[in-house]
């Protein structure tokens, strides 16, 4: 399951990014911005070095492969990877826990597994559209 921010619900507290062993997760204006570990992972498939693969379902770096080329960085959707001391950081959403820290440390829950909201709103939405296009 993935972690997606609410923006409503961040009140900017910072609490997930004091917790983040590996500084991956930043609030900017109430925004929490943290790797979304896609599907398709263009970071992972841009890496020169295979600094980055997938564990457990989570696309994780490992920063003693990683040679600073900044491509991850530049080819991520959401900018969610950066640099700390010439080599990439980004959020490795936790693997090796049961639950990812930003999540349990969060007061609002802004930070929470909200695919299931947000699937129930896009069938919700495709079925207003197909009755709307069945009276046409």
Do not use: W
């Not at 961040?10 to 109430?30: A, L, Q, T, W, Y």
């Not at 492969?65 to 991520?76: A, D, E, H, W």
């Not at 693997?95 to 820290?101: H, P, T």
Request: charged share 25%; hydrophobic share 35%.
């Amino acid at each position: 399951m993935k972690i997606l921010a609410n923006v409503e619900l961040c009140v900017s507290c910072g609490k997930c990014e004091r917790i983040c062993p590996n500084n991956g997760i930043f609030v900017i204006d109430g925004i929490p911005i943290k790797c979304m570990h896609c599907e398709k992972s263009p970071c992972l498939n841009v890496c020169p070095e295979n600094a980055i693969e997938r564990i457990n379902g989570k696309v994780v770096l490992n920063k003693d492969k990683c040679v600073g080329c900044g491509l991850c960085m530049t080819v991520c959707p959401i900018g969610a990877i950066r640099f700390d001391l010439d080599v990439a950081s980004k959020c490795n959403g936790c693997y090796d826990r049961e639950e990812e820290l930003c999540k349990l440390v969060c007061p609002t829950h802004a930070l929470d597994e909200l695919e299931h909201t947000i699937d129930n709103k896009q069938q919700n939405v495709i079925s207003k559209f197909k009755k709307i296009y069945s009276y046409i």
